[in-house]
């Protein structure tokens, strides 16, 4: 039917056009327009029934899993997506396929999944738990290193998130208390490593009355076993069972080291009765040559284990300062105190403890009575070896390195912090490196600590010459 519509001209006159309009349409018409028109709306909906139904990808994942593609591949490669989407039957994973074009290489087509340990709002959405591509899943030592070094800044924002909830519920103190906890929660692990080792020099000192100088290279030995094991085991065996393989190989490796120089070094100059400057050299020539041959086997830059328990957990807090600690720190310091009491039980309480003490009061009323003193030195070397050893591979899980050249500085402060406590006691040494790990801690947190090293040396020379038996003044030996 024809309308006329009207309107204005730019210049305000009428104009006039004619309009066509469809016929009214009948009732069935109007029921077949109507159905027409919801078909024509249908794949619309199918597609949107459909959306809502597949996975979310979430943003997170999505640049995460973005980030890890140039880690990849060589360095100057061109990179180029082509499709990314959700894995079907996966929770919180994302698939990304894309083109490399390395250099000096055609194009290639690969893909990468990356799976999370949580999604939305999750702070677990940032962090990555599995990772794959067309040649297999990533071991969990690569994966470990590739978070570590590659994605850090990801992780760290959850972590931070976290770490300040945590810091907000502990209590607050005053600012001197909070900072004096932190430095003592710093110095207990090295003070429990001095400890170990001192108990070590404790353990042959107090039974021949001669100094071995090179339990230092000896606990590295022991140290470079553990973290060998730990890369190894870690990644086929799970945590647990490669720190318990690292635990045993670091004490079997320092316990066979230390045997095999008593036998071959000390053995032989004590028994044609030379005096305890004899030994001191020949242990000294000992350690330059074991130290060597570590550099020499393992290469002169340091060996790396990944991180074991080294979150912060909140202890106290002062303003925006918060005093922490790790399981790490803990796990140290109670393996070290286990080992300790084992070792002074094993010295009062067993057969082989009643021979030391035996041996180190009158050796030759302890052979009358039946003691092998071969045996007994052989035995004594071995277990000093061994506690090295386990002071080496606390030092590895606690620092999560092992160098060649630890073991001068090492051996020399446990030598310190045996002779504060009473070089010929074992529960003295072992206190004599609590003592000084927080004295050296100390001295790190409020005095300047380019002259620690200094302090400790000059502490050395002034406890020799004023109390050279240490606190615990045990039996008096010829040196």
């Given at each position: 039917?024809?309308?006329?519509?009207?309107?204005?001209?730019?210049?305000?006159?009428?104009?006039?056009?004619?309009?066509?309009?469809?016929?009214?349409?009948s009732?069935?018409?109007?029921?077949?327009?109507?159905?027409?028109?919801?078909?024509?709306?249908?794949?619309?909906?199918?597609c949107?029934?459909?959306?809502?139904?597949?996975?979310?990808?979430?943003?997170?994942?999505?640049?995460?899993?973005?980030?890890?593609?140039?880690?990849?591949?060589?360095?100057?490669?061109?990179?180029?997506e082509s499709r990314?989407?959700?894995?079907?039957a996966?929770?919180?994973?994302?698939?990304?396929?894309?083109?490399?074009?390395e250099?000096?290489?055609p194009?290639?087509?690969?893909?990468?999944?990356?799976?999370?340990?949580?999604?939305?709002t999750?702070?677990?959405?940032?962090?990555?738990?599995?990772?794959?591509?067309e040649?297999?899943?990533?071991?969990?030592?690569?994966?470990?290193?590739?978070?570590?070094?590659?994605?850090?800044?990801?992780?760290?924002?959850?972590?931070?998130?976290?770490?300040?909830?945590?810091?907000?519920?502990?209590?607050?103190?005053?600012?001197?208390?909070?900072?004096?906890?932190?430095q003592?929660?710093?110095?207990?692990?090295?003070a429990a490593?001095?400890?170990?080792?001192?108990?070590?020099?404790?353990?042959?000192?107090?039974?021949?009355?001669?100094?071995?100088?090179?339990?230092?290279?000896?606990?590295?030995?022991?140290?470079?076993?553990?973290?060998?094991?730990v890369?190894i085991?870690?990644?086929?065996?799970?945590?647990?069972?490669?720190?318990?393989?690292?635990?045993?190989?670091?004490?079997?490796?320092?316990?066979?080291?230390?045997?095999?120089?008593?036998?071959?070094?000390?053995?032989?100059?004590?028994?044609?009765?030379?005096?305890?400057?004899?030994v001191?050299?020949?242990?000294?020539?000992m350690?330059?040559?074991?130290?060597?041959?570590?550099?020499?086997t393992?290469?002169?830059?340091a060996?790396?284990?990944p991180?074991?328990?080294?979150?912060p957990?909140?202890?106290?807090r002062?303003?925006?300062?918060?005093?922490?600690?790790t399981?790490?720190?803990?796990?140290?310091?109670?393996?070290?105190?286990?080992?300790?009491?084992?070792?002074?039980?094993?010295?009062?309480?067993?057969a082989?403890?009643?021979s030391?003490?035996?041996?180190?009061?009158?050796?030759?009323?302890a052979?009358?009575?039946?003691?092998?003193?071969?045996?007994?030195?052989?035995?004594?070397f071995?277990?000093?070896?061994?506690v090295?050893?386990?002071?080496?591979?606390?030092?590895?899980?606690?620092?999560?390195?092992?160098?060649?050249?630890?073991?001068?500085?090492?051996?020399?402060?446990?030598?310190?912090?045996a002779?504060?406590?009473?070089?010929?006691?074992?529960?003295?040494?072992?206190?004599?490196?609590?003592?000084?790990?927080?004295?050296?801690?100390?001295?790190s947190?409020?005095?300047?600590?380019?002259?620690?090293?200094?302090a400790?040396?000059?502490?050395?020379?002034?406890?020799?010459?004023?109390?050279?038996?240490?606190?615990?003044?045990?039996?008096?030996?010829?040196v």
């Amino acid at each position: 039917m024809p309308v006329a519509h009207t309107a204005l001209s730019g210049d305000g006159h009428p104009l006039t056009r004619q309009l066509t309009l469809p016929p009214s349409p009948s009732g069935r018409g109007l029921f077949s327009a109507c159905a027409f028109q919801l078909l024509s709306f249908l794949p619309l909906l199918l597609c949107l029934l459909l959306g809502g139904c597949a996975s979310v990808i979430e943003p997170d994942h999505l640049r995460i899993c973005r980030d890890v593609l140039p880690a990849l591949h060589a360095e100057g490669s061109q990179i180029r997506e082509s499709r990314y989407g959700p894995v079907a039957a996966l929770k919180n994973t994302v698939r990304i396929d894309y083109l490399v074009r390395e250099p000096g290489q055609p194009n290639l087509a690969h893909h990468v999944i990356c799976g999370f340990a949580g999604g939305g709002t999750d702070a677990a959405r940032f962090e990555l738990v599995r990772l794959a591509t067309e040649r297999g899943e990533l071991s969990p030592v690569r994966l470990l290193i590739l978070k570590r070094w590659w994605l850090g800044d990801a992780r760290m924002t959850a972590e931070t998130a976290a770490r300040r909830q945590a810091q907000a519920a502990v209590p607050e103190i005053p600012m001197a208390f909070a900072y004096a906890l932190q430095q003592g929660a710093n110095g207990l692990a090295p003070a429990a490593l001095y400890g170990l080792l001192a108990a070590a020099y404790a353990l042959v000192y107090g039974l021949i009355g001669r100094i071995n100088l090179a339990f230092g290279e000896i606990a590295v030995a022991g140290s470079y076993a553990a973290v060998g094991i730990v890369a190894i085991a870690a990644a086929s065996l799970g945590l647990v069972p490669a720190l318990a393989l690292a635990l045993a190989a670091g004490a079997i490796t320092a316990a066979a080291t230390n045997l095999a120089i008593g036998r071959a070094v000390v053995a032989p100059i004590v028994g044609q009765k030379q005096s305890g400057q004899a030994v001191l050299v020949a242990t000294i020539g000992m350690a330059v040559a074991l130290g060597e041959t570590l550099r020499l086997t393992h290469g002169s830059s340091a060996r790396w284990s990944p991180p074991i328990a080294s979150d912060p957990i909140p202890l106290v807090r002062s303003g925006d300062f918060v005093a922490t600690v790790t399981l790490n720190q803990i796990g140290v310091v109670g393996f070290a105190l286990i080992v300790a009491l084992g070792l002074i039980g094993l010295i009062r309480r067993s057969a082989f403890g009643r021979s030391w003490r035996a041996f180190a009061d009158d050796p030759g009323m302890a052979a009358l009575f039946g003691v092998d003193p071969g045996r007994l030195v052989a035995t004594t070397f071995a277990l000093a070896g061994g506690v090295a050893g386990l002071a080496g591979f606390a030092h590895a899980v606690h620092f999560g390195s092992a160098h060649f050249a630890l073991g001068t500085v090492f051996g020399l402060k446990a030598l310190v912090a045996a002779i504060l406590g009473g070089v010929g006691s074992v529960p003295g040494a072992f206190l004599g490196g609590i003592a000084l790990g927080l004295a050296e801690t100390a001295w790190s947190g409020y005095l300047p600590i380019e002259w620690r090293d200094p302090a400790v040396y000059i502490a050395l020379v002034l406890l020799i010459v004023v109390r050279p038996h240490g606190l615990f003044d045990p039996p008096r030996r010829p040196v």
